[in-house]
């Protein structure tokens, strides 16, 4: 009676450990579809990405690591330029005025030509949570089938992020 108890119990525990594995693979392999406003030129797609590696780094102007995100992404740009991986900024803040969150579209795209790198904007935060950003900064990237390959939460400040991003996208590509 024990050990079919037992056996029960193990089949339950296999069973359950697969179901959970196979649901984090699914997460890992999903395909979200998302478009975001770019200051400068046409929106930027799920669908018009397709063929590219896509590193989404989702930030805010506000947050004193902008500066540390935002240069670990231009020498990451530059790093992979020819190489089919496209590199966006991704403002979270507010687009409406009256919002404590507010940042207007000027002083996103200075701060676009300050580091050289094409901001795009996630008012709302609806692209963000699909794509599993739950903090900021944040950097997601999407593999050539349009398929969420890494979320990297938080920045040390110490560290060299775009080697730690070089690290990951390379295992991608």
Do not use: H
């Amino acid at each position: 009676m024990l050990t079919r108890t037992l056996r029960v119990i193990l089949v339950t525990a296999c069973l359950l450990s697969l179901t959970v594995a196979s649901f984090a693979n699914s997460a890992v392999l999903q395909s979200p579809e998302f478009s975001l406003r770019a200051l400068d030129g046409p929106p930027v797609s799920s669908e018009s990405l397709r063929g590219e590696v896509v590193v989404l780094a989702f930030g805010a102007s506000w947050l004193p690591l902008t500066r540390n995100q935002m240069e670990s992404l231009k020498k990451l740009a530059d790093q992979y330029a020819g190489r089919g991986v496209a590199v966006y900024w991704v403002s979270t803040e507010s687009d409406s005025p009256k919002s404590k969150n507010f940042a207007d579209d000027n002083q996103l795209r200075d701060l676009g030509r300050r580091y050289k790198i094409t901001v795009l904007r996630d008012p709302d935060g609806a692209t963000s949570k699909r794509l599993g950003v739950d903090q900021l900064p944040s950097t997601v990237m999407i593999n050539k089938q349009g398929q969420v390959a890494a979320v990297v939460g938080g920045l040390d400040p110490n560290a060299d992020v775009a080697k730690q991003l070089a690290e990951r996208l390379d295992k991608i590509l």
